[in-house]
């Protein structure tokens, strides 16, 4: 997939003052973001995914409509599988992505799969990130996908911003659930689940509200 992702850029005094976009690097974002892109397709061809409840949002799919997608940080491996699905069915997922350098080589993967990148900080400038998504949402008919817990925590703690903004935009908020048959759980603090190959993963599709 080579289509490249629409970019909601917040403003010009967004991107972090510290790190600098250099040629250098961004001759390696160019390089690597398709190489992790592929390994990405591998991991997730490992995984037997078993979608549960699809039926209750299809509605929305078929009608064009936004909505926000809302899911803990420990899931963003198994439940971005399902966003690129939906991509393929012509719902226009976005991600909130930091404004900083590094950000910059996550707009690149996913530009691969022609998603929208709304670039903002949730944690530094959360007022200009709710614009953002808002402009996404209400002009561009985004889909957002948005962790409950944030980039950073704590772990399962709930933070306004999904309801925030599914609020201010009026589209219902519709929470994924995954989880696998064999896993691993690194040490980092959102305990990240990694299905093991050939594990079964479930993506249960709540109720929109």
Request: charged share 20%; hydrophobic share 40%; glycine share 8%.
């Amino acid at each position: 997939m080579t289509d490249q992702s629409k970019s909601t850029r917040p403003g010009p005094k967004t991107r972090s003052p510290g790190r600098k976009m250099t040629l250098t690097r961004r001759f390696l974002f160019t390089v690597f973001a398709p190489v992790a892109v592929f390994f990405l397709h591998v991991t997730w061809m490992s995984f037997r995914y078993r979608v549960h409840s699809q039926e209750r949002i299809n509605d929305l799919i078929e009608r064009r409509e936004s909505m926000v997608f809302a899911f803990w940080h420990e899931s963003l491996l198994t439940v971005c599988w399902y966003m690129a699905q939906l991509l393929k069915r012509g719902v226009n997922i976005g991600f909130l992505i930091s404004p900083s350098v590094d950000g910059e080589f996550t707009v690149k993967m996913l530009a691969y799969f022609g998603g929208t990148a709304i670039r903002g900080s949730a944690t530094r400038s959360g007022a200009t990130a709710l614009r953002g998504l808002y402009r996404a949402i209400r002009r561009d008919k985004v889909a957002p996908g948005i962790t409950l817990d944030g980039p950073k925590g704590p772990r399962r703690h709930c933070k306004p911003g999904a309801v925030m903004i599914a609020r201010m935009t009026g589209v219902p908020i519709v929470p994924i659930a995954t989880a696998a048959s064999s896993f691993s759980r690194p040490r980092t603090w959102d305990r990240h689940l990694i299905p093991y190959p050939l594990a079964e993963v479930p993506v249960v599709i709540g109720e929109p509200y």
